[in-house]
Every structure is written in C-alpha cells, then in structure tokens.
C-alpha cells in the first residue's frame, strides 16, 4: 500500500479519499470465549431483516452479531476519533455521546460537544428501533474527517440512550451509506455531503474486504482502484433508490436452481455480515451445501467436510457470481457455520461481507448502478 499512498501525493486531494478497515473481532467470538453466547442468542435474536423494514421517520437495524469490520473517522475540533461500520444498509451517521449513560455508551468512545468549537447544537431528536430495543438521541452539526479530509456542516446523531445489544460491539458507531429517502429526521447522508462540496472527483465509492488478516481491507471514495480486481467491472442498474438494491436472477449450485427462482430482489449491504434470504430458501440452500440449522438458528457443517462441499453461484443480470465453500463457511474453535443466514417470510435478500469478500464493489450514485468484479 506504500506505492498507493505514493500515487496519492501526486494527485487532486479529491481522487485520495480512503478509510482503511479494519477486521476486529465480532461480537459473537467476545461472546463465545467469555462463554455467555447461549444466553445472548436468547435474549437479543437476530432478525436480519429488520433494518430493512422501513418506519416512518425512523431508521431500523439490528443486531448482528458476526461484524467485523471498522473504519476510524473523527468529528468535532479538535477532532475526536471513533470507530465506525461503514453501512451501506442505513443512511445516517450516528455515535454514542456524552448525554447517554446506557452501558452500551459507557463501553464505547464518547462524542463530547462541549470540548468541540465548531459543535452547532440541534432541538431535533431521531431514534432507531432494534429487534430489542431503541438507540435515541439528538441530531447535531460538526466538522467530519474521513480518509483525513474534512466534510463540513455534518449532520450526526448523539446517542442519549443505547439497546443493550450494541455493548459487544467493536465499533462505536453506524456512518450510513445508502440513500437520502431512508435517513431517519431527514438528515443529509454524509456521502450526499461529499458530492455536494466538491470532495470527490467522481460520485461513487467502492470497498474492498479482505479476509486474510485484521487489515487491508478498504473503503475509498470518489475512485476505482484496479489493484484490487481483475478482468471487467460489471455494472448493475439499481431497482430503487433507497438501498443499494438490485434485482437477481437465481441461486444455483451444480448448475441447479436451489433459490430465487424466478428472479428476486437482493440489496447489497456492508452492514450485514452473511448472505440472507427467505426462509425456504435459506433451509434449501443449506441442505445443498450439507449445513444443518441448531437451536440458535445457526447453520453449523462439519469442518472436515469444507473442502468437499460444492460451489454456490449468484446469477445475477446475466452474470455468474460463484462463491466457493472456503468464502461462505466460517471456522473458528467453537465450529464451522454456513454463511447462509434465515432471513424469515420477507422475500428479499441480503448479499453481505460473505458475498462482498469475493467481489470487489462500487456504489455509483451519478448513475444509480452497482459494479462488481472479482477480487484480485
């Protein structure tokens, strides 16, 4: 990456904008090695779907325990720093605050308005409903730096209160990367921002994942950078403009179609860590690859049998995006599970890390498109 911050120097700050990302621990591992998993799966079940089911005015999410990867941004003068999951499932940026007394915040970095000069308060209040509880707060403006350079006038939330979930999260915070029409109160997304003052020398932003490693992974925005791909960017037209949401053609393994048949919608979303999709499909797909569903709604396969089980392919607008057993099952020391999550009745899917790990993505807002390639 030497070379890259090189060719940065060289070049219009606005072509250089990039976050390294970070892949932390989930909180699932945290969980597991403090041998507390079992009761948190009861009390805090996941619900994939959730951030996907709109409310007016307010912006779901949910609980998903399997994140892992973070970027650091700052707000506020002088800057204070803060770890965020960059979403492109949610469209607003949000961080714990020195109003909030939730355990959740006491665990986290802290936004502290008082100790910023360029901190404008607001009356305005947002709140973001979970599957277990609520994150509230205040919305308020101040100077954001991301990938070192600086977003003006930025619209964030203060969290006042956290659902008790989030405590095992490793990020502190949420900077959403989908659309306007679903910020919560309306506040301007900060890649609207970006567009608007001039940052970027192109409207979109890409991000590589990588999986060997805690680093090297990546957002950049306003740029392509072909060290991470080979061949061709295929590009796909976005069936709405809220999410990042595409249509697919099927899902098929052996050259048979175990789901979406027919064709469905799938939204291309940082923000969630597995593949997930409607439930019979989910449970057919998982019987394909051999995974069998325990008590807690995981899908677990037996680690000596990976290297034997088959690939699984994701047609999507004509284009074969093939996935091998190795990119879709997890191993740790507590098992092996199917990257294939229940999404539940909703008949949407969710194309997530699992999915973005092998195809290098870019978000282009100036033509309402998703490119995909293979990771180099």
Same mark, same amino acid.
Not at 110 to 119: I, Y
Not at 175 to 203: E, R, W, Y
Not at 238 to 253: A, E, F, G, P, R
């Given at each position: ?16 904008? *990039? ?21 948190? *799966? ?20 949910? =609980?998903?325990?399997?994140? $892992? ?22 469209? =607003? ?32 209040? %947002? ?13 308020? !403006? ?35 990367? &989908? %659309?306007?029409?679903?910020?919560? &109160?309306?506040?301007?997304?900060? %890649?609207? =921002? ?22 090297? $992974? ?16 295929? @590009? ?19 050259? =048979? ?30 019987? @394909? ?38 990119? !879709?099952? $997890?191993?740790? $020391? !507590? ?42």
């Amino acid at each position: 990456m030497k070379w890259a911050v090189a060719f940065c120097a060289l070049v219009a700050f606005s072509e250089c904008l *990039r976050v390294p990302l970070i892949k932390g621990k989930t909180a699932r591992e945290t969980l597991q090695e403090k041998g507390l998993w079992e009761e948190y *799966r009861k009390k805090h079940p996941y619900n994939p779907m959730a951030k996907f089911q709109q409310q007016k005015g307010a912006e779901s999410m949910t =609980n998903d325990a399997d994140l $892992s990867y973070y970027g650091v941004i700052s707000l506020g003068t002088p800057p204070q720093s803060f770890k965020v999951v960059f979403d492109t499932g949610s469209s =607003n940026l949000w961080v714990p605050s020195t109003y909030c007394n939730s355990p959740s915040c006491n665990d986290h970095h802290k936004f502290n308005p008082e100790s910023s000069s360029t901190f404008q308060p607001t009356v305005q209040s %947002f709140q973001i409903p979970y599957g277990t509880g609520y994150l509230t707060g205040i919305l308020g !403006y101040d100077t954001l730096q991301v990938g070192g350079k600086k977003v003006i006038n930025q619209i964030f939330g203060l969290s006042e209160s956290e659902a008790p979930f989030m405590e095992q999260m490793a990020a502190d915070g949420i900077l959403g990367l &989908a %659309f306007p029409s679903i910020s919560s &109160a309306g506040a301007t997304p900060v %890649f609207d =921002n970006m567009m608007s003052q001039g940052l970027l020398s192109k409207d979109l932003f890409s991000v590589y994942l990588s999986d060997h490693g805690q680093v090297g $992974s990546m957002v950049l925005f306003g740029e392509i950078e072909q060290q991470y791909y080979s061949g061709n960017i295929h @590009w796909i037209p976005l069936t709405s403009q809220t999410y990042w949401k595409i249509k697919m053609d099927s899902v098929t393994i052996d050259g =048979n179609i175990v789901a979406c048949a027919g064709g469905c919608q799938a939204i291309v979303d940082t923000g969630t860590s597995l593949v997930v999709g409607p439930t019979n499909d989910i449970y057919n797909m998982n019987a @394909w690859v051999g995974a069998s569903t325990n008590q807690n709604g995981d899908a677990t396969v037996p680690c000596s049998n990976v290297q034997n089980m088959p690939e699984v392919t994701f047609n999507i607008d004509g284009q074969p995006y093939t996935i091998p057993a190795s990119a !879709y099952v $997890s191993q740790t $020391s !507590y098992g092996c599970m199917s990257g294939f999550g229940n999404g539940g009745s909703q008949q949407l899917w969710i194309l997530g890390d699992v999915f973005i790990r092998q195809f290098y993505t870019v978000f282009d807002r100036q033509y309402n498109m998703v490119g995909l390639a293979s990771i180099a």
